[in-house]
Nanobody, 122 residues
Framework: QVLLVESGGGLVQAGGSLRLSCAAS????????MGWFRQAPGKEREFVAV????????YYADSVQGRFTISRDNAKNTVYLQMNSLKPEDTAVYYC???????????????WGQGTQVTVSS
């Protein structure tokens, strides 16, 4: 079992920045690839970014490429999502997820956090 707790969400103006954190506990954090997903009201959960176990490989959704950066600190059992140049369409609940393999679809991830709300005002 892996327990994930997100933090760092909030209200920000368009063009601003936020950094989300996801703290993990339970099984060895460094065994897991970590992903960030988001879900806006009335929409399906969508892939944002993923990072492999060592942090050496990352993938991003086209919609956030160049604006968001995923990173991890295995010593702190934490994964981060730095979000810059935020847009109103980035408004969503953001979830972190863990799986033993790198993936980009929600149904491939075994463990999920409870989510943190990000609201970007225009």
């Amino acid at each position: 079992q892996v327990l994930l707790v997100e933090s760092g969400g909030g209200l920000v103006q368009a063009g601003g920045s936020l950094r989300l954190s996801c703290a993990a506990s339970g099984r060895t954090f460094s065994y897991y690839a970590m992903g960030w997903f988001r879900q806006a009201p009335g929409k399906e959960r969508e892939f944002v970014a993923v990072i492999n176990r060592t942090g050496g490989t990352t993938y991003y959704a086209d919609s956030v490429q160049g604006r968001f950066t995923i990173s991890r600190d295995n010593a702190k059992n934490t994964v981060y999502l730095q979000m810059n140049s935020l847009k109103p369409e980035d408004t969503a609940v953001y979830y972190c997820a863990a799986d033993l393999k790198v993936a980009t679809t929600p149904n491939e991830f075994d463990y999920w956090g409870q989510g943190t709300q990000v609201t970007v005002s225009s």
